[in-house]
């Protein structure tokens, strides 16, 4: 399968071309929709991504440490499976790929052949886990992959025999996609494992109201700047004139779903130019950028169920706040 991973690099999200004409259809298309709506895989150009780096170190964005928290405490239970076989850590929207290493580092010691593979839209966060993790571990295989996870899922089907996968999708990064997003994506992971191939995936827990808010709307600004780079990004790469003074951030809590959800809300009536066609906004009218849902434990078990995944452990921090699921694929 690495191999194959590595020949067959999709095109980037962050780079030219193909991506570049998906992500002007998705904008104009967002634009046209009411609420208005952009889709949050485009946060994640360089800009965005050290953005998200940033996020991920401000007091009160708890996700990050909490899952490193379970991940340091259960690095061994997590990697017994693997002991003694080749395997490869297939890591869905690595980021920095910071807590993944974690991981390496226990499946290091018992694994005689390990390979690990990070995918993300960001070409520039591969870059930079790339050459993290050639410098910590310079005999691991790494193959980075650029590409969103459907792409990566499809082309899991062509592993090598014999290799044990560990499938990560960490951070919460599912709680981006609605309820049936999220069931699909994870029967298509399911789909493509083999008897003895373990999925580890991290749920942000429903939690105290004020944490949540705090942690999608920091004192410092750098969520706003996170979310506002969107409309950057759109200036910058689809001829468009946003006034980015002109917007503020908003992150609001959807009961229902249950989610935090962030906002791009137009602070006066106005008018902008996008890739030639022109928009008018009302004051106080709101472009939805994100949602990010937050689970029971119960929801998480039905995943498990619906997909298809023997469930093996599920692992919560000293607060109860993160809850990293270890499912295996059965035979
Ligand atoms: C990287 C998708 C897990 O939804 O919590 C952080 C992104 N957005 N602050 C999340 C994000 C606003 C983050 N994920």
Redesign the pocket.
Known sequence: MTETVAAERAPTPDGNGEDRARFRSDVLEGLAARPRRFP?LW?YDEVGSRL?QR?AELPE?Y?GRCEREILEREAGRIAAPFAGRPCTVVDL?A?DGDKTRVLLSRLNQGTPDLAYAPVDVSVAALRQVVAQTEREWPRLKVFPVAAEYAGALRRLHAREPGRALLVLFL???I??LERAQAVALLRSLRTALGPGDHALVGF?LLKDLEVLRR??DDREGV?AA??LNLLARVNRELDADFDLSAFAHRATFDPVRPA?E?WLVSLRRQRVHVAGRTFRLAEGEAIHT?I?CKYREADIAAFAAESGFEERALLLDSRGWFADALWCAGG
């Open positions: 949050s946060f998200f996020i964005y996700l929207g980021g951070g919460s990064n709680g981006n942000d942690a999608y969520t996170f979310n935090m962030s994100e990010s």
